[in-house]
């Protein structure tokens, strides 16, 4: 079985440089200004300004106190000479020191930042952005692509600041200690730059395509863990590994091509800078010769090309550095540029407290072009009514419930609660008044205290209890082993399907609503169960109005209107006992259930 991953955001990114990007990246490491303007002001003063005296002074230590013209050395002199050089060198280390602690600290801080505001702008975003893409595909722009901006924030930004204006002080002393001299070495840095622009646009694209595969690998784990109970269920362990091993051959491939061009630019400085070191030697003895030069000041000028050189080979690792930051800059950009699908309106007022009345106008939708889920749904509810929703699977029930609580919006018609349309609030007031408790309940890594909590955080223990004794939970959780403080893992793995739908249960009724919403919350649990919570439900949606999607006739006979919906459209509704009295389509689903359970 040949299996194939491919996802919206696996594409490569086939624009020029951008430094607008880039310029978005540094605009988080604004608010530290001021901090990375001190590092460089004393890396420049006490730093650069040490180093670059230290071969000034060699080069009179040799010229005036060890081989002067009139032949008479000064040990006095060199004395002196040396000792202003050791106080230098300890100058410079105090200054790298303090350098390399704050750089570090100011760049942990910027990543705090852009990984913060990269997930803030996740949460906002709409159902339909997750729809398209893996949960590992997200997780890897928070975590890898974030991450490889690390070493650019806290090493390369101020460092590259620093070299700059080493490169500028060490460039203008080359040209004034001997202009001819200093001209001739610069020759070769036109060189350099040529030939590494022309391995900037094959870099960046390298890494982009690391950035995928790595993108893939990420979501294949995450859907291999999820599924890992389906995975041995069939005994696919063996195709799983072979394709886990097939996708990972082809991310060390794209790695080992992006890392061999990246290391293509040391080579470029080193065999610039030996060209550069000869016509040093060469040119600087043939001057030494010629008197034009003494001995001193070749000294100074061989330690100053050195000094030259570190800073452009740090510049074209930090340059290096920027192609792979780019690449991950503008998968980060790509999210944070997303729009929601459903945007709040920069008025939009908060949810006055609802009654409860719930109506939908014309409602037509779909969740791909030229494919309706909902085709011109009119249905208007009055406060505290229980609705069921009834239908074949993809006849639009679990829709109505996306729009009500404003998942995705309406393509035509609108959604009104006591009148008002969902999409003149905002959000957080609208779901607020909502609660929902689905057949795929989520149950967080935390206590089941905090899980039931989740929708009410203020709450006390005495109505966390309350809840959990309204749905009948509180018996199996008080027998676990820290009753409500007990620990569960992910996904509450722990705990039986119906445990997690009981919490999830408590957590909706907890959190207060006014309108309620069951989605196929009782499909996964056992007859039981499932008549301890009706029996709850009877107390708790009374005063409320709610929504329940179901299959079983226990769930909805009781509820004062069933609808009945057969591909994206009302074809009946009124209660139990009238839709039964006429045949239809819901007298049809009733026989067959009948039929299944009496077979």
């Known amino acids: 079985m040949s299996r194939q991953f491919v996802y919206q955001d696996d594409e490569l990114i086939e624009k020029p440089f951008n430094w607008k990007q880039i310029g978005r990246l540094f605009a988080f490491a604004k608010p530290y200004q001021t901090s990375i303007t001190r590092v460089v002001f004393v890396m420049t003063v006490f730093g650069m300004m040490s180093r670059l005296a230290i071969p000034f002074l060699m080069s009179m230590a040799i010229d005036r106190a060890i081989h002067p013209e009139d032949g008479k050395g000064s040990v006095s002199l060199l004395v002196t000479l040396v000792v202003i050089m050791l106080a230098m060198y300890g100058m410079r280390w105090w200054a790298q020191r303090y350098t390399i602690q704050q750089t570090n600290e100011i760049g942990q801080k910027v990543i705090f930042d852009l990984r913060a505001a990269l997930f803030k702008h996740i949460q906002s975003l709409s159902f339909r952005f997750f729809d398209k893409r893996p949960a590992g595909s997200v997780l890897v722009r928070v975590t890898n692509d974030v991450n490889s901006l690390q070493d650019m924030f806290t090493n390369g930004v101020i460092n590259s600041a620093i070299d700059i204006v080493q490169l500028v002080g060490i460039t203008i002393i080359l040209l004034v200690m001997e202009p001819k001299l200093g001209i001739a070495i610069m020759i070769t840095v036109p060189v350099m730059f040529l030939v590494s622009s022309a391995l900037r646009k094959k870099i960046r694209m390298a890494w982009q395509v690391v950035r995928i595969k790595q993108s893939r690998i990420n979501a294949h784990l995450n859907e291999s863990i999820q599924g890992i109970r389906v995975t041995q269920a069939f005994a696919q362990e063996k195709e799983n590994i072979g394709f886990f091993d097939r996708m990972n051959t082809s991310n060390i ?181 909502i609660g929902i408790v689905l057949q795929d309940t989520f149950i967080f890594s935390g206590s089941i205290r905090d899980n039931i909590r989740y929708g009410r955080p203020g709450a006390s223990d005495a109505d966390v209890e309350a809840a959990a004794r309204s749905v009948r939970a509180h018996d199996f959780i008080a027998d676990l082993p820290n009753g409500y403080d007990t620990e569960v893992e992910e996904r509450g793995n722990a705990l039986s399907v119906g445990q997690r739908q009981l919490l999830s249960f408590a957590r909706a009724l907890l959190a207060n609503p006014r309108i309620l919403v069951l989605d196929e919350a009782t499909a996964s649990i056992d007859t039981e169960t499932e008549l301890r919570i009706q029996e709850a439900l009877a107390t708790l949606l009374q005063g409320r109005t709610s929504f329940i999607v179901a299959h079983r006739l226990s769930t909805i006979r009781h509820a004062d209107r069933i609808v009945v919906l057969d591909h994206g459209e009302i074809v009946d509704q009124g209660n139990h006992e009238e839709l039964m009295k006429r045949p239809g389509h819901y007298r049809n689903l009733v026989d067959a259930q009948y039929r299944f359970l009496s077979a």
């Open 253 to 433: 491939r794209s790695w080992n091509l992006a890392s061999a061009l990246n290391q293509l630019f040391g080579p470029v400085i080193e065999i610039t800078s030996a060209i550069g070191t000869l016509i040093l030697l060469l040119y600087g003895t043939y001057l030494i010769q010629s008197g034009v030069m003494t001995v001193g000041v070749l000294v100074a000028f061989i330690t100053y090309v050195g000094s030259f050189w570190e800073p452009i080979t740090r510049l074209g690792n930090m340059y290096s550095q920027l192609l792979i930051s780019m690449s991950s800059a503008e998968r980060i950009f790509e999210f944070m540029d997303e729009k929601p699908a459903v945007p709040e309106k920069e008025k939009a007022g908060k949810l006055p407290e609802l009654r409860g009345d719930v109506r939908l106008e014309n409602v037509t939708f779909g969740y791909e072009k030229d494919r309706p889920a909902l085709k011109g749904i009119d249905l208007d509810i009055k406060a505290g009514l229980s609705v069921a929703l009834v239908g074949h699977t993809g006849s639009g029930k679990s829709t109505i419930v996306n729009l009500l609580c404003r998942f995705y919006d309406t393509v035509e018609g609108r959604v009104l609660l006591d009148g008002i349309d969902v999409r003149d609030v905002t959000i957080e007031s609208l779901r607020s008044q």
